[in-house]
């Protein structure tokens, strides 16, 4: 099965940028569809970006669509999610996901997950 550890995080004023990457082993990475989640202090996980195996289809929340851009090395073993404008809203821990079948928005359907990496947004 895989295994997910994502980095990245950090703090940044708002309007700037951050890029997460989330490093994949002990599985074919190539072989999962792959999604970015974040969750908010008091708030439910809730689903940012998601792309499918080959990385040519793309998902994007309506609070991210234009500002952010899911993409996926597959000779690295690696998920980015880039980030542009940063709002304070956009303040998380942001983790991502894998599956081998599953490339929605849902969150319970998502089999693997990493241990996140927090954004913070200062205003």
């Known amino acids: 099965q895989v295994q997910l550890v994502e980095s990245g995080g950090g703090l940044v004023q708002a309007g700037g940028s ?3 990457s989330c490093a994949a082993s002990g599985g074919a ?3 999962y569809h792959m999604g970015w989640f974040r969750q908010a202090p008091g708030k439910e996980r809730e689903f940012v970006a998601r792309i499918a195996r080959s990385g040519g289809n793309t998902l994007y ?6 500002r ?7 000779a690295k073993n690696t998920l ?8 304070p809203e956009d303040t998380a821990v942001y983790y991502c996901a894998a599956d081998p079948s ?3 928005s849902a969150v319970y359907e998502y089999d ?3 241990q996140g990496t927090q954004v ?3 205003s």
């Open 102 to 104: 599953y490339y929605g």
């Open 80 to 87: 980015y999610l880039q980030m542009n404008s940063l709002k």
């Open 120 to 122: 913070t947004v200062s």
């Open 112 to 114: 693997y997950w990493g």
């Open 18 to 20: 951050l890029r997460l």
């Open 68 to 74: 952010f851009t899911i993409s996926r090395d597959n």
């Open 61 to 66: 929340a309506d609070s991210v669509k234009g």
């Open 29 to 31: 990475f190539s072989l």
